[in-house]
């Protein structure tokens, strides 16, 4: 039943071929098909965008633990409001439309743009981002695998722009809602108050409910990195942009510019390097592509944080490096094998 | 010239949908998107782009046989500067806090796409009578497109509609639709509605 209802899914072929530019995990072929005298490629992949979405929502589950921990149980209502707004509003549109899709990606969607919310926000709120994400910011470009920005990422700017105090109201984790913080960065661009290392690395400190912890984004990070779900040379690139980047801004004027590790463990950059910018369908395909993808972001990002008006700008910087996507696909596709340069 | 006669009412609905100056044929894109911050805005730049639009259809539909072919579209700027001058000064004289929140968008009115593409495709081939019809048509659209434009931003980014309190206390204004984006986003998902029930109604 399960199998003949995937067999239906033609649509999805375009971005099950997206993802086949990078390695993916082996997998045992079925034993119906095991013997099968056919042309190349002769490995059965089993690998669906469902078995995907799974693990990427596996990954997550540290940061989200790390956000109920820190933030308390109101930061799972907010995921679980954004997740069914989200998962509502992809099965309405696809009614609509007349299409049948059951990939999950929407549950990604919900997760993703709830971590990105700061935690007092009202969840009216919530519904709205999450209808915008799949509506404006996915489906209207034609579904999965069709949309230029992150959904996740358009849908925080949407409501970013709309609602720019309700989000930036941060709450201070060990004090829970009662009283008003600054998240590291805003607090080092605006108050000049440096926030301690350890606590930005376990995640007490001001920020979105799902940014603070870097260690356990890192671990769901390195997980989808060792599956394969993710292309490592995107996170590492553009971490390692932003250190060196960074260090050049801190040797030219200590005093003023925040050091490079500050620059690694604040904000919602593990959370955008690990999750946000590996999103296959807005990523790069090539691998030349993806290092190109990583140090452009690196670099608006170091940018936006130290010459910006705003403290942060991981959002922006991916979401600009996701408008680049299609040029720098162009640009860094490989040559066949013999090719002669024209 | 085998051209199939239409009715004068036709020539004036066609403006208001099948030929939507900004809705199908996308033109005067720029007024659209750039004043249409409120519904009185849209309105005031449907109003103006109207006036000049029929003033300017009329005179070179009647002059249409003397303009040399090779000259026609430097007459026809001419011809359209004149009336936007006319409502520019006028505006400033008689509303100037309209006149000033438009801003440099009245002036402009004589690059807009719209008076300009009706001149040279329809003012210049037919005579005074089905130009004043044709122009009245296409503005009245383009009016009626800038206002709903404007009304829907204002209505969300503000609460408010011709500044008449229509949102309850309790709700929160989205910015981003009184900011350039939201005039983007509303305008495409306009142009997508459009498309939608055209698609519709040849079914």
Not at chain 1, 40 to 63: E, F, G, I, R, Y
Not at chain 1, 263 to 283: E, K, N, P, Q, R
Not at chain 2, 17 to 41: F, H, K, Q, R, Y
Not at chain 2, 134 to 146: E, H, K, P, Q
Request: with cysteine.
């Amino acid at each position: 039943m399960e199998e003949s209802k995937q067999n239906n899914q033609e649509e999805q072929k375009p971005k099950l071929e997206k993802p086949a530019a990078k390695p993916k995990p082996k997998s045992k072929p079925k034993p119906d098909q095991t013997f099968i005298l056919s042309s190349s490629p002769h490995q059965v992949k089993t690998d669906d965008v469902k078995t995907v979405m799974k693990h990427v929502n596996m990954a997550l589950l540290p940061a989200i633990v790390a956000s109920v921990v820190y933030f308390g149980f109101r930061s799972l209502f907010m995921i679980l409001t954004a997740v069914i707004s989200c998962v509502l509003t992809e099965i309405v549109i696809n009614k609509m439309r007349g299409k049948q899709f059951r990939e999950g990606s929407a549950i990604v969607t919900g997760i993703l743009l709830a971590m990105t919310l700061p935690p007092t926000l009202h969840l009216g709120f919530v519904v709205m981002g999450s209808v915008f994400a799949i509506a404006i910011g996915k489906q209207i470009f034609g579904g999965l695998g069709y949309n230029i920005f992150n959904p996740a990422l358009l849908a925080r700017a949407f409501l970013q722009a709309s609602f720019p105090v309700r989000m930036t109201t941060w709450t201070n984790p060990s004090t829970l809602d009662a009283v008003t913080t600054a998240t590291p960065l805003g607090g080092l661009k605006f108050e000049n108050i440096v926030s301690p290392y350890f606590d930005m690395l376990i995640g007490n400190c001001g920020g979105c409910i799902g940014e603070t912890s870097a260690l356990l984004i890192i671990v769901g990070g390195v997980y989808l990195l060792i599956k394969k779900y993710a292309d490592w040379r995107i996170p590492v690139s553009y971490l390692g942009s932003v250190v060196i980047f960074g260090t050049i801004f801190w040797l030219i004027n200590p005093g003023q510019y925040p050091d490079p590790l500050y620059h690694l463990f604040s904000g919602g950059l593990m959370l955008g390097a690990f999750f946000m910018a590996t999103d296959m369908v807005t990523s790069p395909v090539t691998p030349k592509g993806s290092w190109i993808f990583g140090i452009g972001a690196g670099f608006l990002l170091v940018i936006i944080r130290l010459f910006g008006g705003l403290p942060e700008g991981v959002m922006y910087s991916i979401l600009l490096m996701n408008a680049f996507t299609p040029l720098i696909n162009r640009f860094t596709r490989p040559k066949f094998f013999g090719e002669v340069k024209k | 010239m085998a051209k199939k006669k239409i009715s004068l009412l036709k020539e004036f609905t066609k403006g208001l949908w099948d030929e939507n100056p900004v809705l199908v044929m996308l033109l005067g894109l720029c007024p659209t998107l750039a004043v249409t911050s409120s519904a009185i805005n849209g309105l005031a730049m449907g109003l103006a782009v109207l006036f000049t639009l029929t003033a300017s259809s009329t005179i070179i539909s009647s002059v249409r046989k003397i303009i040399p072919k090779e000259v026609r579209i430097p007459t026809f700027i001419i011809v359209i500067a004149t009336f936007v001058t006319i409502t520019d000064k006028s505006m400033a004289a008689f509303q100037p806090i309209l006149h000033k929140s438009l801003g440099a968008f009245i002036p402009l009115i004589v690059v807009n796409c719209v008076i300009l593409g009706r001149q040279e495709a329809f003012a210049s081939k037919n005579n005074v009578g089905r130009s004043i019809v044709d122009a009245l048509g296409m503005s009245v659209g383009f009016t009626i497109t800038l206002t709903v434009l404007g009304a829907i931003r204002e209505l969300l980014g503000a609460g408010t509609i011709f500044s008449l309190q229509l949102m309850p206390d309790s709700f929160v204004p989205w910015m981003v639709m009184i900011l350039p984006p939201g005039a983007f986003i509303t305008l495409g998902l306009m142009i997508g509605a459009t498309n939608w029930i055209n698609a519709r109604r040849e079914r």
